[in-house]
């Protein structure tokens, strides 16, 4: 058998790396929203919300090369008139919380958007139509972010369709990330 003081000193290790893990993760996190919306803005400058940008122009999509100046500007303006995704995850949980953890995005996503006019975040590119014309940016980004939450954990996957369902995980993250 293994000592304790052993298991305890392998626990202790663990523990560092798994915040080591969590502080990547983060700056990771943070990396990606700003390239999805880098994306984000590149589409609607182009009209091109199909996701059809990076198999015309992978080197670009992957940042294998530069805007011409021209078109940085632009995109740059399209991003600052826009809410920041992970704006969103607070958001979502919150209302989640408020609910007692779970309920219909028709009854969830108004309370989103009141939080996130509450704090100014949401911009006017955020109240413009997608694309294909079918909903608001806002709308459809929580709703894209509610995905990314599920495939991390914090949101429930496999609940009925249209319910969100706030996780253990999710409670932790939420409680971790705001204050």
Known sequence: MIPKEELNKWARELDVRIVAIQGQIGSLQKELTDL??????????????????SKDKPALALGGSELPPSAAGKVAERISKHAPYMDYWPAILKVLVEMEGKGHLDDILPRVKQKMEAKGLL?????????????ERW???????????????????????????????????LQKNTR
């Open 36 to 53: 999805q919306r880098k994306r984000a803005a590149i589409e609607d400058l182009t009209g091109n919300g199909t996701g059809s940008l």
């Open 139 to 173: 709308r459809n980004t929580a709703r894209w972010q509610r995905k990314a939450m599920a495939d991390r954990g914090l949101l429930r996957v496999g609940s009925p369709r249209g319910i969100w369902e706030i996780t253990d995980e999710g409670r932790a993250w």
């Open 123 to 135: 911009g006017p590119i955020d109240y413009e139509d997608v694309p294909s014309g079918a909903e």
